[in-house]
């Protein structure tokens, strides 16, 4: 905590804040109270103003708060303030530091002078560091203020004493031999106060005798540095005879150089009361050194913080930069692995219909399906980490899901940890992303475990929580709180702070990230709730998971029927660039019955479609070389907007800037799946109608485009 010097006519100095919006005056007093300073909340600018004072140990406003204000009062009092006075201010901004990256800081540099800039959001040791570097440098200028007083009063009483004293003071310039006197100096060797004096008429004035003993001390003290001190004769211009004492010093420059010699002539109660001034003297410049090397102290430890704040944000540039790699090498992996599970997935399913009276075969087959289907799962939890894949947010039945991991959970936790669960009944389902939840479940249960290396108790619970007004760090209503609490070694309140920040971890060297809290973390906030933890050490930790309740049931879970037959032959037009891929989904299409034309981009698929060739429907993949599926299905729709499109695509949500709504199918997909679509395809199309000679099951894509009686764009578009 820095200390608050004594400050003399002056009450405790206070922070003075204007922070209107939201809770930032709340925030900023709080810090400022941890820094140990006390504060003033002005209600609006204008009580701002009028409680500057020299008491303000600094000023706390927000960017947003004064950009348009206007600003006279303020500017008036900082350009009145005196001179050792520069009050600090600090302004919290929410787009860039100072003028260099935000112009509208400019006019705020201008109004205050001495102002920071503090970009929001920031962390709460930012602005304490801030608050407590601003309040030193008002304390420097107390301390600057008390010494320029001192000095005021130190010539004061100089003056004074020189008056009472009947003190003659004079100074000689050792480079240019000038000599400057005051009148009392004049007075003592017999001189008017208007009358000019040189150094050659004060040595005329020395009695003969006397002289030579002046001028070889003058040289000593020269040559030496030696205190000039001598009691001599003065003729005055009268003629009549005076005793002078007269004493001095030498005073050199910080390098040892002779520059003036200073000094009083006076009786012998005048010599004491000069060699007092002496010291003086010397007190101040000795004070004005220490301060010079203050000063000095106090640049070069700012530049080695500055040094290492910018280490600080290159490191974490570098973080940044690292995991962003990493997400888009993990995305770009899982993409390619996704189209391999398809085309493993599609073989198998149509393998498994050949083999059908074979019983082993049959098994050997639904083996791989498994398998094949738990990489897809593991391509959308790879997809998502990599955040191409958005949040799946329905009801959730949190107590089934916990008890449908049960046996997942105790083989994670291994034999020495015992694992209690206080799931109620009749709990309202929660809104989350089931598959992330899982995960997140599974974490915090690992985590657990870590935190009892000798065995202990892992308990799960759940219950409803109702929050009103602000006093948590999520919004009002109803929420269901997943809570896993261990018996652990628990944690410090230092390390508890730091727990979810990004690649912070207490496990050893390669045995974690850092980023399991982080992402749980992440996740509560996407799904508009929060994980708190609690922590005692040697008592275990407790993580609350905060989500939000909802009304809505949760969907059920129905039997996979087998593939819809459709109800006529269609001809479809299928696009993927992936040879591999475009064979199995049209062996799947032959298989269902279908009529199948393959093109293997969308230019070749759109040269098929202005050839004149009638298709029913068209499945095109999202991504593919030259021009993506979006693409494609804008360009067939500007031919025939009535064309059923189906788009293809591993990714939950398209690019931005895909400016199209079409219906999806996730890949990979199995035969029922596309049948299921192909079927909701054609069945949401416009009727078509019906032509002499024309098959009844075919689409409205077989109306020639001049046909006014339907819409542009049709209702069944379906984007796979």
Known sequence: MVGIAAIPNSGKPKALIYAPAGRDAWVAISLIEEAGLASIAAADLSMFASSLSDDIAFGVLTEEAVRSSDLKAIAAWVSAQPSWSDLPFIVLTTRGGGPERNPGAARLSEVLGNVTFLERPFHATSFISVARTALKGRQRQYEARAQLEALSEGERRLQTALAAGRLGAWELELSSMALSVSATC????????????????????????????????????????????????TIWPDGSLHWTEVHAQLYADRYGSAKKLVGVCSDTTARKTAEENLRRLNENLEERVRERTREVNAAHQTLIEEVAQRERAEEQLRQSQKMEAIGQLTGGVAHDFNNLLMVVLGNLELLGKHVAGDAKATRLVEGALQGARRGAALTQRLLAFARQQDLQVKPVDLAELVFGMNDLLRRSVGPSVSIETMLPAALPPALADANQLELALLNLAVNARDAMPEGGTLCISLREEQVIGNDRDVREGSYLVLAVADSGIGMDADTLKKAVDPFFSTKELGKGTGLGLSMIHGLAIQLNGALVLKSDVGVGTTAELWLPATGLRPERPVDELPAPQAASRLRILLVDDDALIAMSSVDMLEDLGHEVVEANSGSEALELIRSGEHFDLMITDYSMPGMTGAQLAQSARGLYPHLPIVLATGYADLPAGTDIDLPRLAKPYNQTQLAKEITKAMASAAPPILRPGRNAGASGANLSKADDSRDEIGDGACVV
């Open 186 to 233: 004049k007075a003592i060797f017999g001189r008017d106060p208007d009358d000019e004096v040189t150094y050659d008429d004060l040595i005329a004035s020395i009695h003969p005798e006397d002289r030579n003993l002046v001028q070889a001390s003058l040289r000593q003290t020269i040559d030496t540095g030696r205190d000039y001190s001598i009691e001599h004769r």
